[in-house]
């Protein structure tokens, strides 16, 4: 882990000085029904934020991303709140069908925190999964119920450790549709290298903060697991720095002893991506997966011309202003499939 060598002094005109970013690094305090993608389409706000958007403008989009062609992207599937229309507020999550009736998603899709603390799992009937069709609208493709929900027995919310979940189809279902091929662990390696290109696709947010009844898709590429998380390391280092150095001056800490407590704190700080996780996005920035993207996939395109998925959907950063995503992004953080395929193999097999 990198240890930022910055004596106290320094650390306070550089850091202090510094301005702080635009991009939320510290989870905020949410209210439960913010905190899922799930109960935020079912409390009914995200048609209001959407509403809100479109008027003052705001928002984020897939970004970067274009429409997507007719028919591209089959395996691509929406989870839907059970009970309401067909339409983009009823979308909460996306997925891909890895067997006929088998969808990959992300665990914090269906794994959420009720008022009281504690977590729990959607049941099946709170949800369906609208598949073989890039438009959420009544009559397109075929909305099919759920037999069973898994979730990585080792998710872990606090960071989207472990950030993957099946979900069995009570059927085949009825539309034209295709799976999408995983990796195992070697050629997971071999997909988890800087420069490997590839493409999120989605029914996130767009520009102006509505939610897109047409799938779109962004075309980026794996990034070094070692450069985002310096970045983020170095972001969240320019956050703490104030509240800490306050802190460090109220306790009458000297130069030394504040360089040596920084150092510590730095050291103990875990690293954001960890090795069962991936960063994908664009140097340029401006390019990466938004809200409503989660559960989605990352796919790699193969020289005979196919796909295969490397990463999830989890998670990004996000503005502290307009509590979207960051549209000025360099990447996105998704969960390594190839990390999880003895759980999946195992989930199916005996499901």
């Not at 048609?47 to 089959?74: C, F, H, Q, T, Y």
């Not at 539309?175 to 071999?190: E, H, S």
């Not at 996000?318 to 992004?329: I, M, P, Q, R």
Request: glycine fraction near 10%; hydrophobic fraction near 40%; charge should be negative.
């Amino acid at each position: 882990m990198k240890v930022f060598k910055l004596g106290s002094l320094a650390l306070a005109a550089a850091l202090l000085a510094a301005p702080i970013s635009a991009q939320d690094l510290v989870a905020p305090k949410v209210e439960p029904e913010n905190a899922s993608p799930f109960s935020f389409a079912e409390s009914k706000k995200k048609a209001e934020r959407s509403a809100k958007m479109a008027e003052d403008g705001s928002g984020s989009k897939v970004i970067g991303g274009e429409l997507a062609a007719n028919g591209a992207w089959p395996w691509q599937v929406g989870l839907m709140i059970a009970g309401q229309p067909v339409s983009p507020n009823a979308h909460f999550c996306g997925g891909s069908l890895v067997l006929d009736q088998w969808v990959l998603t992300a665990a914090h899709c269906i794994h959420m925190q009720d008022r009281d603390g504690s977590y729990f799992d959607l049941h099946p009937s709170q949800l369906t999964i609208l598949v073989g069709t890039n438009k959420i609208a009544p009559g397109q493709g075929d909305n099919v119920p759920v037999a069973g929900i898994f979730r990585y027995p080792n998710y872990n919310p606090d960071g989207w450790d472990g950030d993957v979940a099946l979900i069995k189809l009570a059927r085949r279902p009825n539309a034209n549709y295709r799976t999408i091929k995983v990796p195992d662990q070697d050629f997971g390696d071999v997909l988890d290298q800087a420069g490997v290109p590839t493409v999120v696709t989605g029914w996130g947010l767009v520009n102006g903060g509505k939610h897109p009844d047409r799938m779109y898709q962004a075309e980026i590429q794996m990034l070094s697991r070692d450069m985002c998380n310096e970045s983020m390391m170095k972001a969240r280092a320019q956050v703490a720095a104030r509240p800490f150095v306050e802190a460090a001056s109220i306790f009458r800490l000297n130069d030394s002893e504040m360089e040596g407590a920084w150092a510590e704190l730095v050291r103990r700080a875990p690293m954001p991506l960890t090795e069962n996780m991936i960063c994908s996005g664009s140097f340029e920035g401006g390019k990466t997966s938004c809200q409503g993207d989660s559960g989605g996939p990352l796919v790699v395109p193969l020289d005979d011309g196919s796909y295969i998925q490397a990463g999830i959907v989890s998670w990004g950063l996000s503005n502290a202003a307009t509590k979207s995503c960051a549209e000025d992004a360099i990447f996105s953080a998704y969960t390594k499939v190839s990390k999880f395929l003895p759980w999946l193999e195992q989930t199916i097999s005996q499901n």
